[in-house]
């Protein structure tokens, strides 16, 4: 079956701009979650959906990035006024149920972005 | 706060020899363990898991791994590495809210 997907796959972007990048679950995942891999920092934690509500957004660097999932399903990142130290792995994972028990998270391919 | 700890950042053996990747953690209750591998241009990939039970658990591709309530670590272990296991590993917790905290990732290199 189909796995988790993002788009795009790579992303080369000005400084100063805004960027979205775009992650489709897989389907009856009611999970999600985003996840930055950048080589100061490894892979960290930025936010988390149950459904389309995100209980935790401690992750979230700083105030230019936000996050929305509708429909239960397909997710947006959005980054504005993007700086270099943004650059990095945008990692997107899914799971079927996020209220119990830690279940297996199922990655995506990721979208590399790139701030010049 | 929940971490992970991998001492080594790149181990390099020989196709065929064994292979033991070191993880150490740090969390208040019983964690919830992991093992996922990065292989160049591909998605991060699950390997194993420890929830509860017992503390010798297996995964795919051979690997396996030990919980050790007593030395908060989870080595992860294969006895006969193949070419194909040259990848990026990670060690990770899981923590409240079900985030993952990922360790700094251990690079397997294998010689031929």
Redesign the interface.
């Known amino acids: 079956g189909a796995?988790?997907s993002q788009s795009p796959s790579n992303k080369v972007t000005e400084k100063g701009k805004d960027v979205e990048l775009r992650c489709d679950p897989i389907s009856g995942h009611t999970?999600l979650?985003w996840?930055r891999q950048s080589l100061g920092q490894?892979?960290?934690?930025l936010i988390?959906f149950q459904g389309n509500s995100a209980?935790?957004k401690s992750?979230l660097p700083s105030d230019r990035f936000s996050a929305e999932r509708t429909g239960g399903s397909v997710s947006t990142l959005t980054i504005q006024r993007t700086q270099q130290e943004d650059s990095a792995v945008y990692?997107c994972?899914s799971?079927l149920d996020?209220t119990s028990?830690?279940?297996?998270?199922?990655?995506?391919?990721?979208t590399r972005l790139t701030v010049t | 706060a929940q971490s992970v700890t991998q001492p080594d950042i790149h181990i390099t053996v020989s196709e065929g020899a064994s292979l033991e990747l070191r993880c150490n953690y740090s969390y208040g209750a019983t964690p919830y363990l992991f093992w996922y591998v990065q292989s160049p241009g591909q998605g991060l990939q699950l390997l194993l898991k420890y929830f509860s039970g017992d503390t010798l658990v297996q995964g795919i591709k051979g690997f396996e791994a030990e919980f050790k309530r007593s030395q908060s670590s989870f080595n992860l272990r294969k006895p006969s590495v193949h070419w194909s296991d040259a990848a990026e590993y990670f060690c990770v917790v899981g923590a409240w809210a079900q985030k993952l905290v990922f360790g700094q990732g251990t690079r397997l290199t294998i010689n031929p």
């Open positions: 796995g988790v999970a979650y996840y490894g892979l960290e934690f988390y209980p935790d992750g990692l994972a799971s996020g028990a830690i279940g297996e998270q199922y990655f995506g391919p990721g």
